[in-house]
T-cell receptor
Framework: DGGITQSPKYLFRKEGQNVTLSCEQN?????MYWYRQDPGQGLRLIYY???????QKGDIAEGYSVSREKKESFPLTVTSAQKNPTAFYLCATKGAGKGRETQYFGPGTRLLVL | AQSVTQLGSHVSVSEGALVLLRCNYSSSVPPYLFWYVQYPNQGLQLLLK??????LVKGINGFEAEFKKSETSFHLTKPSAHMSDAAEYFCAVSTRDFGNEKLTFGTGTRLTIIP
């Protein structure tokens, strides 16, 4: 089954804890993105990666970290420095060639603070 | 900086009526423009996109949008609303940031269909 998978669907974080959200794709896309969605604010870019072993900060990177060791995977860690982590997190990918302007989205992970 | 404005955070229409969701953008260069739909607790699904070919773009589920450069608009329409159209809709513009394309999103419009 092709596409983008995000796990878990729901994630609970205790205060002071780091948690990692998974994003995996088998579309052979080079670029991957992480967005945060809050009610009434649309989507805001956290980090993105154009190629393996390289990534850039987006508009709201503080309190987050990423890695891109494999083309298929782009995990996002929400650190204890992120004081308001409750949100819906979306991963997206973008390929090269025809349709290279289009981002495709995973099903999302909802992070809640205990 | 690029930006997207979606007029109306909530829109209600009767089943069978015209759906019109408004989107205006700012861009100093020819943009790529997108409409995405999101159902509750799901990811975003591409409805349609404008990539500098035809100005009237047809998408899935009977939606279409028209790119009007003079008005910097890309409004989404559907002639007859269906109950299954109830969802949140996002307009987005693609921008270039030091050679890397980025998407800038509007704040979304929640569409409610009245039976």
């Amino acid at each position: 089954d092709g596409g983008i998978t995000q796990s878990p669907k729901y994630l609970f974080r205790k205060e002071g804890q780091n948690v990692t959200l998974s994003c995996e794709q088998n579309l052979n896309h080079d670029a991957m993105y992480w967005y945060r969605q809050d009610p009434g604010q649309g989507l805001r870019l956290i980090y993105y990666s154009q190629i393996v072993n390289d990534f850039q900060k987006g508009d709201i990177a503080e309190g987050y970290s990423v890695s891109r060791e494999k083309k298929e995977s782009f995990p996002l860690t929400v650190t204890s420095a992120q004081k308001n982590p409750t949100a819906f997190y979306l991963c997206a990918t973008k390929g090269a060639g025809k349709g290279r302007e289009t981002q495709y989205f995973g099903p999302g992970t909802r992070l809640l603070v205990l | 900086a690029q930006s997207v404005t979606q007029l109306g955070s909530h829109v209600s229409v009767s089943e069978g009526a015209l759906v019109l969701l408004r989107c205006n953008y700012s861009s100093s260069v020819p943009p790529y423009l997108f409409w995405y739909v999101q159902y509750p607790n799901q990811g975003l699904q591409l409805l349609l996109k404008y990539t500098s070919a035809a100005t009237l773009v047809k998408g899935i589920n009977g939606f279409e949008a028209e790119f009007k450069k003079s008005e910097t608009s890309f409004h989404l329409t559907k002639p007859s609303a269906h109950m299954s159209d109830a969802a949140e809709y996002f307009c987005a513009v693609s921008t270039r940031d030091f050679g890397n394309e980025k998407l800038t999103f509007g704040t979304g419009t929640r569409l409610t269909i009245i039976p």
